[in-house]
């Protein structure tokens, strides 16, 4: 979740933080103004005695700034804007408000830094023209980055105090477009600082402001963050009517950093529902993106039509789950993607199965079994192998559920698939009234479920053993690059085998692209995304994948 107020946030931190990391001995220097001039009718010029008073004291505070004197530092500060106040210069003075501001911030005193941030913004609306406006927004932008370096330091109720006095000169002056803004970005700091519902009522309250206003691009930014909290409080409802209202502004404006994060946010919400048990809704968002959004890459759109596909089978939607699958293999087909071919026509067959299709369950497997092995990829023939065995105590059906099993021996004991083999086992045998044989393997599923997660590998011996599981695992090699994947408690973990170069990452439910040796990565959540590939990962498992991704495994 964004806001539009960093779109210069940039640019402000620049102007905030040179004057700290490099100051000049003439503060007028840095704002642009002559020594000894004025830029409004009410400001008197500074003397040249003021100005070589105003240097010692910028000279002084780097200096204390160096030494970890934090508190001496801003005395020194507040004795140069003192300079400023007295001759009248608005411009200098909110300058120097700002930096005095923001440095208090960093030490952890939002309470003290906020009457400077308020200064500034009373001196900014006493300028004219476009200079004014500058002020306001570097203030904005201060006073926002100012917040989140709070909340990060574990003092989320100092941020809030940064905004209370603003908010009460805005509200009493009746700028309502600075209270607008003054009302989002204080949301935004509820937001991240775990408080979705005190950030959705200040989100409806900078929306109705916007509305009136009529500011397009700032009532999209406001709901589509709106629509992120209420997600995050569980209004999937309402989250959707934010967000794709927020898709449709952006779109009709060619806001594209607004269309981004609004299709990002619809998918959280689609994730988000269906993790909450409202499958049906979850698939209805995410087809409503598919038709709404545009520009989805093709990786994109075979992630969504295949959760959306999912969903409505768990929602007991099998046609409609049906033809979202029908969709997906026509999209894969115009990628000339086997691999996705392959993972729609088993899911395909899944539903015309339960439509009691037998026979065309049937062929959709088959096609998927020839696919996946065309395309090397192991775990989808198995799993069709598996599913394409019929539902009886029969040579056939063993035959095909040891070949499945035996593929799934070959990929490191994959798990998810060793579990799949013996509930179908189990399942035939109490079907056939071998009760002691359903029994024995129901224990020995039990423990496989109990089995704790493997060891992360060896590099070396994971290295020296791939030439023989090479041919296995879809042809890789040794100078192959393997990237291992994992997480352990809210922590991602990127480990390039043969490099031995390892990173982490946080894990966060805001969706972000991480480069790992070339590679590029979504993460969201629980979830990982890789070129096609989308994968939910329980703590303690792992994720192997190749470049170009011939080679996954999940453990």
Partial sequence: MLNESLTFLLAALMLLWLPSCRRVSNPAEREGVIPGTSTNASERPVSSEAWKAIGALESETKQLLLEGRDAEAAEKMERVLGHFRESGQKRLAAGKDIEIGFHHGNRGLGGKAAGFFLEAFVLGSKLEGSEGEVIRGRTFSAMQDTALNLVRLGKAEEAMLLYGPLIAFLSSSGDLKGLSQANHNLAWILADSGKPAEAAVKYREALAARRMLMLKPETAWTLNNLGYVLTLGGLYEEAGGCLFEALSIARSCALGDVMAKARENIELLSIAAAGGGRHGFSAEFDLRLLDESGGLSP??????????????ELAGKTGLAGEAYDRLASHERAMRNPRGVARAARRKARCLKAAGEEDKAASALEECHRLAREAGDRIEEAFALLDSAPHQNSEPASARIDAAASIFMDLEGYRPGLIAVLEKRISIARASGRAESAAAMAKELEDLKAQPPPPDLDPVEFLEGMEDRGARIAGMKPSDAV????RTGDRWSF????????????????????????????LFGMEIMYMDMDFFAAAGERIVLARDGSLFRKS
Avoid: C, H, W
């Fill in 299 to 312: 990786a994109e759109t075979s992630r969504i039509l295949l959760r959306a596909g999912e969903n409505l």
């Fill in 483 to 486: 990237i291992e994947i994992g």
């Fill in 495 to 522: 480990f390039d085998v043969p490099t031995g170069r390892r990173i982490e990452v946080p894990v966060r439910y805001r969706k972000r692209k991480v480069i790992f040796q070339g590679m590029e990565f979504r």
